[in-house]
């Protein structure tokens, strides 16, 4: 039988790459959808606690917009500069520091604060985003849509699960003297950082840096 040609053998090496990194994608976006799922219902919770007016509730949902809009470009810069894997991770680390705000405000009990952390939440919501392109760096033309689906599923999975983590969190949160209404932010940090581990060892090689080096 006569050997693979490298261009045969090439393919096949990016195909399995490419599968890797959609099962990386879809198991960081089930985390990230975890950890932003809570994030809308309880910054309105504590937009209207920590203001006094529920008219402002809704200024914490236009806040996480507004940080995923300031860094979506800088994050897509970076990665086209570094890689997926440092833009997605630099992601988590915005919403890490983020969640570190809000918590610190709730129990201040600084309205201000409370929208800057969510910014920041937001921002690190851009980057959680930025899955969705990094899943069709390297899929060929047959498989873009199924392996881009494949990962924006896996989203919503964590979505659906996020906000049914607010009431055993406040559990948690009351066992761990967090501020009143925070206590799902401890299943938020939990799936950031484990989403920040994952990428960063797992999502080798960069798909979006290796689709560079082929074209």
């Not at 994608?25 to 209207?48: K, Y």
């Not at 809009?69 to 919403?95: D, E, H, K, W």
């Not at 881009?148 to 896996?154: P, S």
């Not at 999975?157 to 009351?174: I, K, Q, R, S, W």
């Amino acid at each position: 039988m006569p050997a693979a040609s490298p261009v045969t053998g090439e393919a096949a090496e990016i195909a399995r790459v490419q599968r890797r990194t959609v099962r990386v994608l879809a198991a960081g976006q089930v985390l990230g959808g975890i950890a932003f799922g809570a994030t809308v219902s309880l910054g309105a919770l504590l937009a209207a606690d920590l203001s006094g007016q529920e008219a402002l509730s809704g200024l914490a949902t236009a806040s996480v917009t507004l940080g995923a809009s300031l860094c979506a470009i800088p994050l897509a810069r970076l990665a086209a500069r570094r890689g997926r894997r440092v833009a997605l991770t630099l992601g988590n680390l915005f919403a890490l520091v983020g969640i570190a705000v809000v918590i610190t405000a709730a129990s201040l009990r600084l309205f201000p604060l409370l929208i800057v952390g969510v910014i920041l939440i937001g921002a690190g919501n851009a980057g959680n985003l930025q899955s969705r392109f990094a899943a069709t760096d390297l899929a060929d033309t047959g498989r873009r849509g199924r392996d881009l689906g494949t990962v924006v599923w896996a989203t919503t999975v964590g979505a659906v699960a996020g906000p049914l983590l607010l009431t055993p969190g406040e559990a948690v949160g009351e066992l761990l003297g967090m501020p009143p209404l925070t206590g799902s932010y401890a299943f938020s940090i939990v799936a950031q950082i484990a989403a920040f581990v994952l990428y960063l060892t797992a999502l080798r090689p960069d798909p979006l840096l290796t689709a560079q080096r082929l074209a």
